[in-house]
Nanobody, 123 residues
Framework: VQLQASGGGLVQPGGSLRLPCATS????????IAWFRQAPGKEREGVSC????????SYVDSVKGRFTISRDFSKRTVYLQMNNLSPEDTAIYYC?????????????????WGQGTLVTVSS
């Protein structure tokens, strides 16, 4: 099982980024993918998740209306589109999956993680 997050970088407030999470070694149809983030000095928090069956999506309140999670089965990739970014979104972003967790499971219950990609929102 492998996940690889990418797409981070420096962006100005109000800007956008799209983070891909490339996956391999498991069936993307069968397991949820979640995005987490961790800012300096803060606990890791769930940002968004897409469920296995049906593709139901969920978001933490602070990103609702600004972030969109989606998946492309042909590319085995899950995307996090982030719009109207603010400095409070600055963090390392991780994608994760687990064969028993569901969207809503706390971060430490997810077994498989990508390496993280740094998003810095600053003018």
């Amino acid at each position: 099982v492998q996940l690889q997050a990418s797409g981070g970088g420096l962006v100005q407030p109000g800007g956008s980024l799209r983070l891909p999470c490339a996956t391999s070694g498991f069936n993307l149809h069968h397991y949820p993918i979640a995005w987490f983030r961790q800012a300096p000095g803060k606990e890791r928090e769930g940002v968004s998740c897409i469920s296995a069956s049906g593709g139901a999506t969920s978001y933490v309140d602070s990103v609702k209306g600004r972030f969109t999670i989606s998946r492309d089965f042909s590319k085995r990739t899950v995307y996090l589109q982030m719009n109207n970014l603010s400095p409070e979104d600055t963090a390392i972003y991780y994608c994760a999956t687990d064969f028993q967790s569901t969207c809503g499971s706390i971060w430490y219950r997810w077994a498989y993680w990508g390496q993280g990609t740094l998003v810095t929102v600053s003018s």
